[in-house]
């Protein structure tokens, strides 16, 4: 195949029918050779903030002076950008040859009278197969959905299991309590592996060490920290940290939003661990590659005058750290809101936290067949005689957001992955 015909292969063969479970991939990865067993893994799982630690660790390893390689999802404009091996996506043709690869494994299991594997299972067969050929030193792994039946769980014995902020998403899959959500993401981990758990209520964290302790995994979770932020702008943060573990003094955080604070800490303190797991890092290192980090899409400044934001905030938590940063760099300022949702999403909740913020909002619709179409949208969340535009197509939505805001206003995208990552890939066509 070349990287049209994988494409298409992908999304008109197998289509995005998704079905949790561990058999098709584990019969996928025999077929390929097991080439995940031949890697040095991070699991990162998380129902925010996981992609954000993957960039943070592949950044500091990259610094490290380590080949290595990250596995994130979904892309905002290319299945390219799941596969990275030092910052730098996959080609084309690399990509047309693993699903090539990937595609005839399924086909002997079709023969063979086994269950296809999904869209998500052959992507994540196929990076498996990518950074094994290619000789990466350790490999980042981002979980798809949940933990115990993501695909990316058929890692036995990774180097460290790393669990982000657990919150309310994908109910339809993962349960309908926070309960279930966190045992879902406890799923990851692994007998006696190591775990860093991001700062959580006392209710996950408690089902997170359960866990833990049952697979005699040793738990570390930067619970007692103490916090002085030097500045916080859109050029980044500059903060100090202490821990019981580890001390920085004026580290520079590019990542914007409160909330990357924290993820940064939970990334410092498994730097930690993977220094005894044989992939020393030094100060010098760690600080260069949290420097260095960058995350498209989440609170990424592409435009100023007026400044446009692109958030890929898509769930209550995300939406709620993205009104916390609202308050932290925009205070004062007019706000254009462009929206637009998924509806299998709690979009009213969404709406409510972030609507208070807006002085005007322009209702667009995602590409997705899952999109909440704009009208109703607007009928369902506007409120308080806010001024509101309906504008289903995002170029338009853009194009309306840009005429209706001053250039000293502010332009925030925010409600799905899928519209970010189309807005991404059309302003920047325009600019």
Partial sequence: MNYQESIHYLEKEIGFASCPGLERITDLMEKLGNPEKKLKIIHVAGTNGKGSATALLCSILQEGGYRTAGYTSPHLASYNERFLINGEEISDDAFARILTKTKDACLELNAEGKDAPTLF?????????????????IAVIEVGLGGTYDATNIVENPILSVIMSI???????????IEQIAKEKAGIIKESCPVVLYSQEE??????????????????????????????????????????????????????????????????????????????LTESQI????????????????????????????????????????????????????????????????????????????????????????????????????????????????????????????????????????????????E
């Fill in 121 to 137: 299972e052959v992507i994540t067969g196929a990076a498996f197969l990518y950074f094994a050929e290619e000789g990466v030193d």
């Fill in 167 to 177: 919150s309310m998403d994908h109910t339809e899959f993962l349960g309908n309590t």
């Fill in 287 to 430: 600080r260069t590659g949290i420097s260095n980090t960058f995350w498209a899409g989440r609170m990424e400044v592409c435009k100023k005058h007026p400044m446009v934001v692109l958030d890929g905030a898509h769930n209550v938590d995300g939406i709620r750290q993205l009104a916390e940063s609202i308050k932290t760099y925009f205070k004062d300022k007019k706000i254009t809101i462009i929206l637009g949702v998924l509806g299998d999403k709690e979009y009213e909740k969404m709406a409510e936290l972030i609507m208070p913020f807006a002085s005007q909002v322009v209702f667009t619709e995602p590409h997705s067949e899952r999109k909440l179409d704009a009208q109703t949208l607007a009928d369902i969340v506007c409120y308080k005689e806010l001024p509101f535009f309906i504008e289903p197509e995002l170029e338009h939505a853009y194009q309306k957001a840009l005429e209706i805001t001053d250039t000293n206003g502010v332009i925030i995208c925010c409600g799905s992955l899928y519209m970010i990552g189309a807005l991404r890939s059309y302003i920047f066509s325009v």
């Fill in 203 to 280: 209710l996950v964290y408690n089902i997170v060490k359960k866990q833990a302790d049952g697979l005699n995994a040793p738990l570390y979770c930067p619970k007692e920290t103490a916090v002085k932020i030097h500045s916080q702008t859109i050029d980044g943060t500059v903060f100090d940290v202490k821990s019981p573990s580890f001390a920085y003094d004026n580290l520079y955080l590019p990542l914007l939003g409160q909330h990357q604070i924290q993820n940064c800490i939970t990334i410092l303190e498994a730097c930690q661990v993977i220094k005894k797991s044989g992939f020393p």
